[in-house]
Structures are given as C-alpha cells and as structure tokens.
C-alpha cells in the first residue's frame, strides 16, 4: 500500500496556504489530477464516493473545480450504476468491508463497470482488507493506483473541521460506563482527528484536559476521562504515521493540539452570540450555510425565492462574517449610502423626497439602476438579512434577555434578576426563558441541591423536556480547578458564601466596543495560554512528554521549543488564513479586496494551533480562532465532534438525560 505523501507546493509555487486550501489542493490535485492513464483518448472519468467522503469532497470543492479536473460523473457506491466500460473511475471511499466488496464487484470479472481504477481510501486500511483485494487476480491489470489518502475529515471552514460525531453527547455522556458505541464514537474521532495532521504533515504536541476528581472521596467518572481517552487514541494514530517507512510524516513536533470537552465552557453553546454570523445561524431558519430570500420578479410577478450560501466567496459574507450584528447593519448602510452618492441616476432617483434616506430606500434605488450587478445584488441581499434580524431582535425583545444573560455570566445578575425578568415577561420566547435558565444553571450550580432551579423553571413555565435540558446541564459538569481560576467554566461545588457567580472576568485589555460585545468563550484564554507556554501541566498534561524534543528540559528549554514564532515546519507549504475583520470600504464593490488580500496579510506564520473540543463547538468560537490568528500571527484551527447552533445543542442535551432519567430521577421529582 502507498502513502500519498506529495508536497501540495507544487500546485502553489511557494506561497503558504491555509488548512482547507491544502485539504483542497489534496483532493483536487493529489487525487483527482494523477488519477489519468497516459494512454487514455479522453481525459473524462467518474469519480465514485460513499456517503461520508461525499460530504468530506463537498465541504472542500465546488462541482466547477471537479469537472475541471475531468470528472464528468459524480456516483454514489452504494447504488446501482450505468457501466462505462470506456470510461476509467477514480474511487474516493472509506477503507470498509462493504466498499471494497462493492469495489471488487464492479472491477472484477470479465465485464467491468469502468475501464481501470484509481481507488484512494480516506483512511488507513487494515491487512485484511489489503489481502482480500490482492486475492482477487482479474482485477490486478485493472488497478492503476492504489493510496491511503488519510483525509477523512471534514473542512467546513477556512480554520475549522469536524468529526461529524453528532451523537457524542448522547454516547459519551449519556453512561457511567464506556460502552461499545461509546468506544466506537471515540475511536472514529481519534482516526478522523489523526488524519487531519497526516494530511497537513504535521505532528503535534498533545496536550488535553486533565481529569480531575471533584473531591478526594468521589471517584473520576468516565466523562471526566473522555480527554484524556481521546488524547491517547489520537496518540497512537499518529504514532502509526510516525513509524511508516514510506510515509514523509515528520519526526519532531511542528505545532500543538489541545483537546478539550463542552465542560470547560457551557455557557457558549446557549447563550446569545451577537456577531452577524452567529445571529444568522441562531435566528433565521437556515439549513447548514444555505439561506433563502425573496426578491423581485423581473417580470413584475410574485416576488420569487432564490437560494444562495453564505460562505467565503461572497466577499461581503467575508466582510461582515464576525463583525457585531449592529456594525454590520451601519456599515450595509453606509457602503449603499456610498454608491448613491457616487452614481448621479441613483442622487437624481433619490432627490424626489427629500430627507435622510434609509437603507432599504437606499437598496431600492439602486436595484433600479441599470447597472445593478451581482456585486450589488449581493449587497442587497445582505441588507435585507440585517434587516430581518434587527427586526426579530425587537420583536423578541432580545436584547434585554442578552444584558440579563451576560450580567448572569460576569456575575452582575442572579436570582432576584431572573425572577424579576420572569415575573415581568410571562410571554418571553419559550425558548430565551429556557436558554436564560440553562445559564443560570451554569452559574448557580448550588441550586441543583435545592428546590430554587425547579421553581424558577415553573415559573417560567418550561414544559418537561426542556427542564430536562436545564437539569442536564449538570452531567457537563467541569473540573475542580474552575475554582482557582478562569480556565474552566463550571464547577458543582461554588463557595456559597461568594457574592458573585460569574464564570468569566472581564478582559482588561480590550475595550467592547458594541453593547452586548462583552462575552467571549473560554477557549480564547485557554488558547493565549497556550500560544506563551502559560497552561499549567498538571491540568493540561502532554502526552509528548517522553519524546527527546520535550523530556528532560527546562521550563525555558521547553517553552523555546514551542515558541509561538518559531518558523513553520509543516512538510507542506501553507499559505495563512485571515480573520474577516473591519477594512475601510467605500463602495459596495470594494469587498472583493477581502477575497484578494485573503490569503496575503502574513507571509511568514508561526506554528499551527489546533483546538479541538468533544460536544459541539460554537460561533464565538470560531470566531476566537479567526481572532487569534492575527492576533498571536499563528493560524488556529477549531476541530470539534461537530459545529452547533444553540437550538441544535438544546436538542442533543435533551436526548441525553433520557439516558440518565432511571438512575437521576430524584432530579425531576422537585
């Protein structure tokens, strides 16, 4: 079996290139472009996947990048095909038994479905499944490559890639002992996590939260573990790279990965993110990045519905991605105001009535020009989007459940605040009562040992299953050493006699500038700490310890040998991401220099950072790891089981604690 060890470079010269641009470049270049018998006629193949490397393909490249590379024919393996016995096929699937029986099915015998095949697996293959293909003779001429990819992930984002583990909270945290499903859930992470750094070429130091009794009479329990476990299996995945002869894996540490679990930080998985992004995903009903928005016929009929994804190339999307919901609003209106103002129709259209304009007068004079263009139709569209949240944000009166949430969360709100609020808006969206109480579960987590969490869910009227959402909260439950300091969110056992609960402290160094802009997730703490060397050992251990280039040195010895500057040693040429922040912008078309400059506001970065986080990671910290890339000059990747909205995080806590009802009923019995 050969490894697919090629150096991306050579498709971008000597520029670096962010984590989805290689994981890209891989799938196109490494697989699709070599996949090509020099004595075919035609250059046209069918490229054949299974259910989860369709959607590792689809995260990373567009059909126009596919066809370009030749494929005429995108096929499902699990579904009966036309044969092309003309054609060759490239096979993208991961290394199972069902596959490759599919896979020696359609090339075996005297009539194959496909000409010759190039098969690439997304994983490492096991012995067994190598034998069983070599045992079948007839398709041996038929078999023009053969190669572990090892991409078995998926990039949603320019610095983000999940697991597609959206069961993890009920198979992880849904026992008190690890079971078969549970086993299998950490292992399919570990070798998707593994392949990340196979396919980037580079090794790590692993570092992870530390298991930590709550008290020396209560046993660690297995959630307590799940770092820990997860930490040693994606040890030995890389390991296994490590020590393959024909495989160009790096043999010292060129970045760092820390692991983490929902319990250092629950409050950002429900509280309300303010960001444009985060507004979009939480509030309109959007299916994954696919949103759909009414305009104008062009015949003068009914408005018409069109679809259209928000997501890196659109260079307004970039623009405003992370940008406060009321920053993006003023600067929509401004980049309009800016158009008009330079175009004469639109002053002439727009003098008529006198007055300051709006910006929806604004989008209308300028979708009634002719030279309305897909750049200005997406301006547009954005405008109309801006204005539908602000619009649910005063209907549901969002703002005052945000001032209470992040008063709750710094410690300025409590009881009598949460009271006062239910007492006074009985007709509050069930779902802000119920997301405010989760919050308050997390910051008053005493309140479980007594009857005040019950009768404020009564109060608020939250009918049985969401109360097991608040309830459940209490199994996400942190360590210890939340209590000596703000690394970890959440602790069951607070000082009663503390007059603040709050679980962040606010950060001195940075001004917020929007209201409602004073939250952050914990991971950006955690992640500063440890870009400068500042995670304590003993609550985020490292299980390179052992290796020469970490054991035995000093402090300073160990620090220099993760200097957060330190040149890149990645094996494959990278070219960096950039966080979508404010540029000056003075018209509606000056957001393509976001997607120009992207990929050049630094030439030079440090080592790789990766977070990875089991149960779901948010917006805000996506976010963070956009920040952070410019901020520390290193690219942050955020890994998770999966990337969740509040409502989708609701849901799987709720189908968690049916899984403990038998055993914690005294919980329901308030």
Same mark, same amino acid.
């Given at each position: ?618 917006? =805000?910290? !996506? ?6 890339? /410019? @901020? +520390? *000059?290193?690219? #942050?990747? %955020?890994? $998770? =089981?999966? !990337? ?6 609701? /849901? @799987? +806590? *709720?189908?968690? #604690?049916? %899984?403990? $009802? ?9």
């Amino acid at each position: 079996m050969s490894m697919s060890d090629s150096d991306t470079s050579s498709q971008g010269g000597s520029e670096y290139k962010n984590f989805r641009q290689i994981t890209r470049d891989r799938l196109l270049y490494e697989m699709l472009r070599t996949a090509r018998s020099p004595d075919s006629k035609s250059n046209w193949k069918v490229l054949i996947m299974d259910k989860v490397t369709v959607k590792i393909m689809s995260c990373s490249c567009k059909m126009a990048d596919i066809t370009d590379e030749g494929v005429s024919l995108v096929e499902d393996i699990n579904k009966r095909r036309q044969p092309l016995p003309t054609m060759d096929a490239v096979y993208y699937i991961q290394p199972t038994k069902e596959n490759v029986v599919m896979l020696l099915s359609d090339m075996s015998g005297k009539t194959p479905l496909y000409r010759d095949a190039y098969v690439f697996f997304s994983s490492s293959v096991p012995k067994e499944l190598v034998n069983y293909i070599k045992k079948e003779q007839s398709i041996k001429s038929r078999l023009r490559a053969m190669k572990e990819m090892n991409l078995e992930y998926f990039a949603i984002d320019s610095q983000c890639f999940i697991t597609d583990n959206t069961m993890v909270l009920e198979e992880l945290y849904g026992n008190e002992v690890m079971t078969r499903k549970g086993d299998e859930c950490l292992n399919v992470m570990a070798n998707r996590i593994a392949t990340v750094f196979a396919s980037l070429l580079e090794f790590p130091f692993v570092r992870y939260r530390a298991a930590k009794s709550l008290d020396p009479t209560t046993m660690t329990t297995i959630r307590d573990l799940i770092p820990t476990k997860l930490a040693a299996a994606v040890w030995n995945c890389l390991i296994k790279y490590k020590a393959l002869k024909n495989f160009n894996f790096p043999q010292t540490e060129t970045c760092e990965l820390l692991i983490l679990d929902r319990s250092i930080d629950q409050i950002a998985p429900v509280i309300h993110e303010w960001t444009y992004d985060a507004m979009c995903h939480d509030l309109l009903n959007m299916d994954g990045n696919k949103y759909v928005h009414e305009v104008a016929s062009k015949t003068g009929g009914l408005p018409e519905k069109k679809e259209v994804l928000l997501e890196d190339h659109d260079p307004v999307w970039l623009e405003l991605r992370h940008s406060h919901i009321a920053d993006a609003s003023v600067r929509l209106h401004d980049k309009m105001t800016s158009f008009v103002s330079k175009n004469k129709a639109a002053q002439m259209h727009g003098s008529r009535g006198g007055g300051e304009l709006s910006t929806r007068d604004l989008q209308k004079m300028v979708q009634a020009l002719p030279q309305y263009s897909e750049q200005i139709d997406k301006l547009s569209l954005h405008v109309d989007i801006a204005d539908k949240i602000n619009k649910i944000i005063r209907d549901l009166g969002l703002k005052e459940v945000g001032q209470l949430e992040q008063d709750l969360v710094f410690g300025d709100a409590g009881t009598k605040e949460v009271i006062n609020f239910l007492r006074t808006h009985p007709d509050a969206a069930r779902e802000n009562k119920l997301r405010l109480l989760m919050i308050y579960a997390a910051t008053h987590p005493e309140k479980f040992e007594s009857d005040k969490l019950a009768k404020l869910m009564e109060l608020a009227r939250l009918p049985q299953d969401d109360m097991s959402a608040v309830y459940n909260m209490r199994f996400l439950e942190g360590s210890s050493d939340s209590k000596k300091n703000s690394l970890a969110a959440f602790s069951l056992k607070f000082d009663v006699h503390k007059k603040k609960h709050g679980l962040r402290k606010d950060r001195t160094d940075e001004e917020a500038a929007w209201q409602l802009s004073r939250f952050y997730p914990m991971i950006e703490e955690l992640i500063e700490k440890l870009s400068k060397n500042e995670l304590p050992k003993s609550d985020y251990p490292c299980m390179n310890d052992p290796s020469p280039t970490f054991h035995g040195r000093t402090q300073s010895e160990s620090a220099k040998a993760v200097e957060p500057h330190a040149a890149a040693h990645s094996m494959r040429s990278r070219r960096t991401a950039t966080w979508a922040r404010p540029r000056d912008s003075e018209d509606g078309y000056s957001s393509d220099s976001i997607l120009r400059h992207a990929s050049s506001d630094f030439k030079k970065m440090g080592r790789r950072i990766f977070v990875f986080i089991v149960g779901g990671a948010t917006r =805000s910290e !996506l976010r963070v790891c956009h920040k952070l890339t /410019t @901020k +520390l *000059k290193r690219e #942050v990747v %955020l890994g $998770s =089981s999966s !990337l969740d909205d509040p409502p989708q995080f609701i /849901t @799987k +806590l *709720k189908k968690v #604690v049916l %899984l403990y $009802s038998t055993t914690h009923q005294h919980l329901f019995k308030r």
